[in-house]
Nanobody, 118 residues
C-alpha cells in the first residue's frame, strides 16, 4: 500500500521560509518520479516542481529561484524548500508520485496547508 504523508506546513510571513516534507512508503523515491503540487482557494491545482529518479528537477515559472525540490532516497523522503514566499503561495501543498515519465501522477498525499501573511 502506497502512502505519501506531507508535513511542515503552517503560517509564515511574506518573505519568510518554510520546508515541506513528504514521507513515502510502499514506493521508493529512487525509482519514482516525485512532485509537489498546490491548490489555492478558487484556483485549479497546479504543479510546483518535480524531481526525476536520477535527480533532474523541473520548476514552474512562478517558483523558479525561490523554491527548491530535493529528496533523500535513503530516507524515502521528498522535500520542498520554500524561500521568499508571498501571499500567492498560500495553498494546500500535495506530494505526488508516479512510476513512468509519460503517465499522470498516480499516488497523492492528503496535503499540508501553507498560509502566507503580509
Amino acid at each position: 500500500q502506497v502512502q505519501l504523508v506531507e508535513s511542515g506546513g503552517g503560517s509564515v510571513q511574506a518573505g519568510g521560509s518554510l520546508r515541506l516534507s513528504c514521507a513515502a512508503s510502499g514506493i521508493t523515491t529512487i525509482t519514482y518520479y516525485m512532485g509537489w503540487f498546490r491548490k489555492a482557494p478558487g484556483k485549479e491545482r497546479e504543479e510546483v516542481a518535480r524531481i526525476a529518479p536520477a535527480g533532474t528537477t523541473t520548476y514552474a515559472d512562478f517558483v523558479k529561484g525561490r523554491f527548491t525540490i530535493s529528496k533523500k532516497d535513503a530516507m524515502n523522503t521528498l522535500y520542498l524548500q520554500m524561500n521568499n514566499v508571498n501571499s500567492e503561495d498560500t495553498a494546500i501543498y500535495y506530494c505526488a508520485a508516479k512510476y513512468r515519465v509519460n503517465e499522470d501522477f498516480r499516488y497523492w498525499g492528503r496535503g499540508t496547508q501553507v498560509t502566507v501573511s503580509s
